[in-house]
């Protein structure tokens, strides 16, 4: 690493740790996955900022504090296997890949599946599944699942969702009208049905129903 490019590393690392990433297993995963490796063309050079930034397809990857914090808010345990909706760039799939056994992730937009397939195998991340789905009906034929990731807003937590939880899952997801602030909130399933927390403001794009056409 030549010491500008370990500089800004170090200063990534920092950002999260100053916006309350604190779980070390979520940072060590958050320093090996360059997120540089996931943003194209002009906003590269951004990438270790605390920024989120236009990925294909209208989306957006995003702010790393926000991906620290939810990751570190569905403590993901090494035999757990994930569902997450929203694959976008990758990103995310990737660094959830460091910490459980599997993990499932699926897009309405098939470029965006294709092309982080692309860099799943370029970085040698066998333990993940990408799929095009509308992820608002889960992933029936895998479920249940010990922990869920919703990257995009609900107005409210899809059913299917909830029903594929695992008793004892976790699940965190934004939820709120698009473009208004939304809510962060992490749901857990006990025996006798579910236990919500809400975490914090955040802002992501709308979950939209069906695979895109492109
Ligand atoms: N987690 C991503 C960022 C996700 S942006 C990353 O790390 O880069 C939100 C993503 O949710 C977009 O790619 C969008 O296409 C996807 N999305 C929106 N509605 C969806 C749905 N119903 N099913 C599956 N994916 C959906």
């Not at 994930?82 to 995310?92: A, D, I, P, R």
């Not at 599997?102 to 860099?119: F, G």
């Not at 939820?175 to 399933?189: A, E, N, W, Y």
Request: hydrophobic share 40%; aromatic share 4%.
């Amino acid at each position: 690493m030549t010491g500008d490019r370990a500089e800004r590393k170090m200063r990534f690392l920092y950002a999260l740790r100053s916006k309350g990433v604190t779980d070390l297993r979520v940072l060590d995963a958050m320093e090996r996955i360059d997120r540089g490796a996931f943003v194209t063309g002009i906003f590269a050079e951004r990438a270790q900022d605390d920024v989120p930034l236009p990925i294909a397809c209208g989306q957006t990857i995003s702010q790393p504090s926000v991906v620290g914090l939810m990751t570190q808010a569905l403590e993901v345990g090494p035999r757990d296997k994930v569902l997450e909706v929203g694959t976008g760039s990758g990103y995310q799939a990737a660094i959830l890949s460091l910490l459980a056994r599997r993990v499932y992730t699926v897009d309405r937009h098939r470029r965006l599946v294709r092309e982080a397939e692309e860099r799943f195998r370029a970085l040698g991340l066998v333990n993940i599944v990408a799929r095009v789905a509308d992820g608002s009906h889960g992933l029936p034929e895998q479920a249940p699942f010990d922990r869920i990731l919703v990257t995009a807003a609900a107005e409210d937590p899809p059913g299917p969702l909830l029903a594929q939880l695992r008793e004892g899952g976790i699940m965190v997801l934004p939820v709120g009208q698009s473009d208004h602030v939304q809510s962060l909130i992490k749901v857990t399933r006990r025996p006798g049905g579910h236990d919500y927390e809400e975490l914090r403001a955040v802002r992501f794009v709308p979950l939209v129903e069906g695979i895109a056409p492109d």
